[in-house]
């Protein structure tokens, strides 16, 4: 069989990894990779949850992760964002000083 039979499930639970990093670092792709683009909603708790079928709090906790990663922001009332990347590895900085 091909490994396409569970593509929304690449968390492993038996993994020594917490399930919330396996959660976030999933995010964290998606992210780096464009399918969830700046400035836009990342998916609720609850539909995260669903997906990948894992707890709310586990979606919860991945947020959180995210969020000290500073890969997205949580409004109050309105859900998480991705946040903006700056498109280079230098900082701006030493761009000025050339």
Do not use: C
Not at 69 to 76: C, D, K, S
């Amino acid at each position: 069989m091909s490994d396409t039979e569970e593509p929304m499930t690449p968390l492993d639970p038996m993994s020594a990894r917490p399930l919330y990093v396996q959660l976030a670092d999933v995010i964290a792709g998606k992210i780096a990779s464009g399918d969830l683009a700046p400035d836009r909603p990342i998916p609720s708790e609850n539909h995260l949850a669903d997906e990948y079928g894992v707890a709310r709090l586990t979606a919860r906790r991945a947020a959180q992760e995210l969020r000290e990663r500073g890969l997205i922001v949580t409004v109050r009332g309105k859900g998480s964002f991705v946040v903006e990347q700056p498109t280079g590895d230098a900082p701006e900085e030493s761009e000025s000083n050339t």
